[in-house]
């Protein structure tokens, strides 16, 4: 991987620059370090950040731009009237990728010259039945202009990359050169490195940001291809998910938000009053000693993998509901109210131990932050601990805690794993907790997982989805830590 | 409190003793305690539902650790295996698995004969007993040993997962009477070798070490390939999330000027903590893959995923590690000459270290067991077969992650893979206990109270 060796070049580089430009101040100083402007570590990491940064940071720069150049190149090859019916750029695309990789593990394993597999026809030569012997299988036969636009790819892809590699190391022993001559003992080196550092500092910080406006951005321009797809009115308003691959899919949100905010509220229901009822024993009664075992005892439930939580709801819960709800007259209850292991009472169950946590050591937080003489107030004037709890404590913290329910609320819109095994996959609207529903992230998962094209409506499904449960999530957080603020401020 | 006064109020009647309790203060009292037993309910719940956890993963892991061995010597009959004798290694290898397998049935019946046992099943069915990887496993074994040809060499091979199942209880003669890969007769014939010696329960650490396998073969399968993959990505987290989050959290905390563009970075980041991380799986699909065309399934994509997931959780522990260090510290470094930076880089920073190495292992913990967006990288549905043989192979290659793999097996038909599913999750909280501890240690060890 040439991309891989550049970068220990560059760090090699750096590292060289460090000791040569040390060297170089202390000799313009005669080797009296009292000499020199600043500390001779500075002139040293001046030389080597100088090589380093902005060569990685125009490499960093070039991986990202080089795909889009070239796809951009390279589709233009591609005429209208060659993409096939039910077909897309895209797809077409994506061929010519396959073969431009067949033709590079070729090469690399000496079936083909790196002359061959730039002239090498279609019409001479059964490319797929060659590529397929090296163990590259293509989905159909090469067509002509696939072939020739894969060998474009290879071309300009491969040039790109002498291309990005010369400039890369240019950049990098240009940046050597000027910084190590331009140190000599009366040079500001601090000055500059604390400027350059700074200046990487912002950057980092700002990654933040561009994460942020990466996850928008991914989604949301393929949600737009979706919406071109599908219409909009179906898929916010219609009233049933049932994808098919014969191009008549319905795909409606509706049903599946219902599955999610059923199964939430399920956790919820479970979480919400033994979390608080936690959180107020713990904050009120517990001794310290009772509080140093038992809060972090319950903390491990937070620490635990979804995906533990949910094997646990597919192979332990869901059987157990089964055994006492389902079964006929086999069954605890002797009802044949369940037929499968996977339900929304399953889902939300567990959910809601996995949630307990979360929500005491919000509630917890906020329930000492309710000032003592409130508390004092209320016991001085002959209320039981439980009274003051009741009607003082509580009422004041509400807000806080109303703020702790959302953020739970977010975590369990978003929640993946347990409810991918334990919610089932049906998408229904039902007011029947043990049957089995499905919720927006599962079918995200199952959109999104095993061959995928993403060219057509089921599969884009997922984006819109997705930036749905993005903006679910995020209005929740958003209303949820404006209360919880707010509320701080009334106590401070 | 007017409200409790209107409840059924019966104030004292003058001269009734205080000692005396009243109806109202016993209805009180009782409340009272009642609100604590709730409290203690609550805490019980919670309780009772960790133990439930951890002793349905114990109780139905360990037997991922055990595996059941049969014993066997086999003949590598030289006619069968090398025809023209002269031991070329070509020659050898056009011999197929299914070559092997009456060598294997051979091996039976002489066993049999020696221990006087008679089962009344055919060599075939008493080869049944075997995993079905038994002949490749002879292959495998004379291609790297082709001078052994003719001996009789004593092999010890993998039972099928229903006499495994036997052996742990989990399969019963009742649970297999619509069971096509075994028969009561072979359950009998496993208790007589059990009783010979010939078939035992052993620890397995092919579990630990090895790799998937396919899913006719749960016998087979460990986690240990996939542990590599998780092992690379989280190599690939720490690379980048730990110096990008503490760059971003010094200038947050140390140098940013108090603006609009602050706040603006302040508010995404914890937002981003609170963002579901599937949609980081979409992220990664869509820009790692779809996009840049990284390989699908790679960690190098899987640890970029869990870096911008874990990102925000260690820039907040980070900045909390920054703001606990006292403001003297800054004070004393810049009067006696530092600049901002030196008084950063040389006094806060080694004082913020074990706050900032705990937050980090604790980001790491919750990277490692974080399965929904490597769903969407691809990370499941193949079989990884071969741990890497170097470090740009380990970061391209398709791998699995531990909690991936586990997924894998909780899909497969198969609930022998089931076993498999909770063994590998004993190992991953193996990890997640172990790092969570160092991360208190070095709490209690290193923190420092101002």
Same mark, same amino acid.
């Given at each position: 991987?040439?991309?891989?060796?550049?970068?220990?070049?560059?760090?090699?580089?750096?590292?060289?620059?460090?000791?040569?430009?040390?060297?170089?101040?202390?000799?313009?100083?005669?080797?009296?370090?009292?000499?020199?402007?600043?500390?001779?570590?500075?002139?040293?990491?001046?030389?080597?950040?100088?090589?380093?940064?902005?060569?990685?940071?125009?490499?960093?720069?070039?991986?990202?731009?080089?795909?889009?150049?070239?796809?951009?190149?390279?589709?233009?090859?591609?005429?209208?009237?060659?993409?096939?019916?039910?077909?897309?750029?895209?797809?077409?695309?994506?061929?010519?990728?396959?073969? %431009?990789?067949?033709?590079?593990?070729?090469?690399?394993?000496?079936?083909?010259?790196?002359?061959?597999?730039?002239?090498?026809?279609?019409?001479?030569?059964?490319?797929?039945?060659?590529?397929?012997?090296?163990?590259?299988?293509?989905?159909?036969?090469?067509?002509?202009?696939?072939?020739?636009?894969?060998?474009?790819?290879?071309?300009?892809?491969?040039?790109?990359?002498?291309?990005?590699?010369?400039?890369?190391?240019?950049?990098?022993?240009?940046?050597?050169?000027?910084?190590?001559?331009?140190?000599?003992?009366?040079?500001?080196?601090?000055?500059?490195?604390?400027?350059?550092?700074?200046?990487?500092?912002?950057?980092? %910080?700002?990654?933040?940001?561009?994460?942020?406006?990466?996850?928008?951005?991914?989604?949301?321009?393929?949600?737009?291809?979706?919406?071109?797809?599908?219409?909009?009115?179906?898929?916010?308003?219609?009233?049933?998910?049932?994808?098919?691959?014969?191009?008549?899919?319905?795909?409606?949100?509706?049903?599946?938000?219902?599955?999610?905010?059923?199964?939430?509220?399920?956790?919820?229901?479970?979480?919400?009053?033994?979390?608080?009822?936690? %959180?107020?024993?713990?904050?009120?009664?517990?001794?310290?000693?009772?509080?140093?075992?038992?809060?972090?005892?319950?903390?491990?439930?937070?620490?635990?993998?979804?995906?533990?939580?949910?094997?646990?709801?597919?192979?332990?819960?869901?059987?157990?509901?089964?055994?006492?709800?389902?079964?006929?007259?086999?069954?605890?209850?002797?009802?044949?109210?369940?037929?499968?292991?996977?339900?929304?009472?399953?889902?939300?169950?567990?959910?809601?131990?996995?949630?307990?946590?979360?929500?005491?050591?919000?509630?917890?937080?906020?329930?000492?932050?309710?000032?003592?003489?409130?508390?004092?107030?209320?016991?001085?004037?002959?209320?039981?601990?439980?009274?003051?709890?009741?009607?003082?404590?509580?009422?004041?913290?509400?807000?806080?805690?109303?703020?702790?329910?959302?953020?739970?609320?977010?975590?369990?819109?978003?929640?993946?794993?347990?409810?991918?095994?334990?919610?089932?996959?049906?998408?229904?609207?039902?007011?029947?907790?043990?049957?089995?529903?499905?919720?927006?992230?599962?079918?995200?998962?199952?959109?999104?997982?095993?061959?995928?094209?993403?060219?057509?409506?089921?599969?884009?499904?997922?984006?819109?989805?997705?930036?749905?449960?993005?903006?679910?999530?995020?209005?929740?957080?958003?209303?949820?830590?404006?209360?919880?603020?707010?509320?701080?401020?009334?106590?401070? | 409190?007017?409200?409790?006064?209107?409840?059924?109020?019966?104030?004292?009647?003058?001269?009734?003793?205080?000692?005396?309790?009243?109806?109202?203060?016993?209805?009180?009292?009782?409340?009272?305690?009642?609100?604590?037993?709730?409290?203690?309910?609550?805490?019980?719940?919670?309780?009772?539902?960790?133990?439930?956890? *951890?002793?349905?993963?114990?109780?139905?892991?360990?037997?991922?650790?055990?595996?059941?061995?049969?014993?066997? #010597?086999?003949?590598?009959?030289?006619?069968?295996?090398?025809?023209?004798?002269?031991?070329?290694?070509?020659?050898?290898?056009?011999?197929?698995?299914?070559?092997?397998?009456?060598?294997?049935?051979?091996?039976?019946?002489?066993?049999?004969?020696?221990?006087?046992?008679?089962?009344?099943?055919?060599?075939?069915?008493?080869?049944?007993?075997?995993?079905?990887?038994?002949?490749?496993?002879?292959?495998?074994?004379?291609?790297?040993?082709?001078?052994?040809?003719?001996?009789?060499?004593?092999?010890?091979?993998?039972?099928?997962?229903?006499? #495994?199942?036997?052996?742990?209880?989990? *399969?019963?003669?009742?649970?297999?009477?619509?069971?096509?890969?075994?028969?009561?007769?072979?359950?009998?014939?496993?208790?007589?070798?059990?009783?010979?010696?010939?078939?035992?329960?052993?620890?397995?650490?092919?579990?630990?070490?090895?790799?998937?396998?396919?899913?006719?073969?749960?016998?087979?399968?460990?986690?240990?390939?996939?542990?590599?993959?998780?092992?690379?990505?989280?190599?690939?987290?720490?690379?980048?999330?730990?110096?990008?989050?503490?760059?971003?959290?010094?200038?947050?905390?140390?140098?940013?000027?108090?603006?609009?563009?602050? #706040?603006?970075?302040?508010?995404?980041?914890?937002?981003?903590?609170?963002?579901?991380?599937?949609?980081?799986?979409?992220?990664?699909?869509?820009?790692?893959?779809?996009?840049?065309?990284?390989?699908?399934?790679?960690?190098?994509?899987?640890?970029?995923?869990?870096?911008?997931?874990?990102?925000?959780?260690?820039?907040?522990?980070?900045?909390?590690?920054?703001?606990?260090?006292?403001?003297?510290?800054?004070?004393?470094?810049?009067?006696?000459?530092?600049?901002?930076?030196?008084?950063?880089?040389?006094? *806060?920073?080694?004082?913020?270290?074990?706050?900032?190495?705990?937050?980090?292992?604790?980001?790491?913990?919750?990277?490692?067991?974080?399965?929904?967006?490597?769903?969407?990288?691809?990370?499941?549905?193949?079989?990884?077969?071969?741990?890497? #043989?170097?470090?740009?192979?380990?970061?391209?290659?398709?791998?699995?992650?531990?909690?991936?793999?586990?997924?894998?097996?909780?899909?497969?038909?198969?609930?022998?893979?089931?076993?498999?599913?909770?063994?590998?999750?004993?190992?991953?909280? *193996?990890?997640?206990?172990?790092?969570?501890?160092?991360?208190?240690?070095?709490?209690?060890?290193?923190?420092?109270?101002?």
């Amino acid at each position: 991987m040439p991309t891989f060796w550049l970068v220990v070049f560059l760090f090699a580089l750096a590292a060289f620059g460090y000791i040569a430009g040390r060297a170089r101040a202390l000799h313009s100083a005669g080797g009296n370090a009292r000499d020199l402007h600043s500390l001779p570590a500075y002139y040293g990491y001046n030389v080597s950040l100088t090589a380093l940064v902005p060569a990685l940071l125009v490499l960093a720069i070039w991986l990202l731009a080089q795909p889009l150049l070239v796809e951009t190149q390279v589709s233009r090859m591609i005429p209208t009237d060659a993409i096939p019916e039910n077909s897309t750029l895209g797809l077409v695309m994506s061929d010519v990728r396959r073969v %431009a990789e067949g033709l590079d593990i070729a090469v690399e394993q000496n079936a083909l010259t790196e002359t061959e597999a730039g002239s090498i026809r279609t019409e001479f030569t059964d490319l797929r039945g060659r590529l397929g012997e090296l163990g590259v299988a293509l989905g159909s036969d090469v067509r002509p202009e696939v072939l020739k636009a894969a060998q474009r790819y290879r071309v300009i892809n491969s040039t790109g990359h002498l291309l990005m590699t010369l400039v890369v190391g240019a950049l990098a022993l240009g940046g050597l050169a000027f910084s190590y001559l331009r140190t000599n003992k009366d040079f500001r080196a601090r000055n500059v490195v604390e400027r350059g550092v700074l200046a990487l500092l912002v950057l980092a %910080a700002s990654l933040a940001i561009l994460t942020t406006i990466g996850i928008v951005l991914s989604m949301f321009f393929e949600t737009i291809n979706f919406f071109k797809l599908h219409s909009w009115t179906d898929f916010f308003f219609g009233g049933t998910w049932a994808p098919n691959f014969r191009g008549d899919s319905e795909l409606s949100i509706l049903p599946l938000l219902w599955g999610t905010l059923y199964i939430s509220f399920i956790a919820l229901l479970v979480a919400v009053p033994v979390g608080l009822f936690a %959180a107020v024993y713990l904050s009120e009664y517990a001794g310290s000693h009772v509080r140093a075992i038992a809060k972090p005892l319950l903390e491990i439930l937070a620490g635990i993998p979804t995906i533990v939580y949910g094997l646990f709801a597919l192979l332990t819960v869901g059987p157990a509901l089964v055994s006492i709800f389902g079964r006929g007259s086999e069954g605890l209850l002797g009802v044949e109210w369940m037929a499968g292991a996977t339900s929304v009472l399953t889902a939300g169950l567990v959910m809601g131990i996995m949630l307990i946590p979360f929500v005491s050591s919000l509630s917890d937080d906020i329930i000492n932050a309710v000032p003592q003489a409130m508390r004092d107030g209320s016991l001085g004037l002959g209320a039981t601990k439980s009274e003051t709890v009741k009607q003082v404590v509580l009422p004041a913290a509400l807000p806080g805690i109303v703020g702790a329910v959302l953020l739970a609320a977010s975590r369990a819109i978003g929640e993946t794993m347990i409810v991918v095994m334990g919610a089932g996959a049906i998408a229904k609207f039902s007011l029947n907790p043990l049957e089995s529903m499905t919720t927006i992230t599962t079918r995200i998962v199952s959109q999104l997982t095993g061959d995928t094209d993403f060219a057509s409506p089921e599969t884009l499904v997922a984006f819109a989805l997705g930036i749905t449960l993005f903006v679910l999530t995020l209005g929740l957080n958003i209303l949820a830590l404006y209360i919880v603020r707010k509320y701080r401020e009334q106590y401070e | 409190m007017t409200d409790i006064s209107q409840n059924g109020s019966t104030p004292r009647k003058h001269g009734e003793t205080l000692l005396k309790l009243t109806a109202r203060t016993k209805r009180r009292n009782a409340a009272e305690r009642r609100f604590q037993a709730y409290g203690i309910g609550a805490i019980a719940i919670g309780l009772l539902m960790l133990v439930i956890l *951890v002793f349905n993963i114990v109780g139905n892991g360990m037997g991922a650790f055990t595996q059941t061995f049969v014993t066997l #010597d086999v003949t590598l009959d030289a006619k069968k295996l090398d025809k023209k004798g002269n031991r070329d290694l070509d020659d050898i290898k056009k011999v197929s698995t299914f070559g092997y397998a009456p060598l294997i049935q051979k091996a039976f019946e002489a066993k049999v004969g020696a221990l006087g046992l008679d089962s009344g099943l055919k060599a075939k069915d008493m080869a049944g007993l075997l995993s079905k990887g038994a002949p490749a496993q002879l292959r495998d074994y004379v291609l790297a040993h082709p001078e052994t040809i003719g001996e009789t060499v004593t092999f010890r091979f993998l039972a099928n997962s229903r006499v #495994d199942g036997y052996m742990k209880g989990r *399969v019963t003669r009742d649970s297999i009477e619509n069971d096509k890969n075994i028969t009561a007769a072979q359950l009998d014939f496993t208790d007589q070798l059990v009783q010979a010696g010939v078939i035992e329960k052993t620890f397995n650490p092919a579990f630990i070490f090895g790799s998937d396998a396919s899913d006719q073969r749960p016998e087979a399968a460990g986690i240990g390939v996939s542990m590599v993959g998780s092992l690379f990505m989280m190599f690939v987290v720490l690379a980048l999330a730990l110096p990008i989050g503490v760059a971003a959290s010094i200038y947050l905390e140390e140098f940013a000027p108090k603006t609009w563009w602050t #706040d603006v970075i302040e508010v995404n980041i914890s937002n981003l903590a609170a963002v579901p991380s599937i949609v980081f799986g979409i992220l990664g699909l869509a820009v790692f893959i779809n996009y840049m065309h990284l390989p699908m399934s790679a960690p190098l994509v899987g640890g970029l995923v869990l870096t911008l997931m874990t990102l925000p959780t260690i820039i907040i522990s980070t900045r909390a590690a920054l703001k606990a260090v006292p403001p003297s510290i800054r004070d004393a470094a810049l009067g006696v000459g530092a600049s901002k930076m030196q008084s950063v880089f040389h006094h *806060v920073l080694p004082l913020a270290a074990p706050g900032i190495l705990t937050g980090t292992i604790i980001g790491l913990a919750q990277a490692l067991g974080e399965t929904a967006p490597l769903l969407l990288i691809g990370m499941v549905g193949f079989i990884a077969s071969n741990a890497p #043989d170097s470090v740009a192979s380990g970061l391209l290659a398709p791998n699995s992650a531990m909690p991936a793999q586990i997924y894998e097996w909780a899909k497969r038909a198969d609930p022998a893979f089931y076993e498999r599913a909770w063994g590998g999750i004993i190992i991953l909280l *193996v990890f997640l206990v172990t790092m969570n501890t160092l991360a208190v240690i070095l709490r209690r060890r290193f923190e420092r109270r101002w």
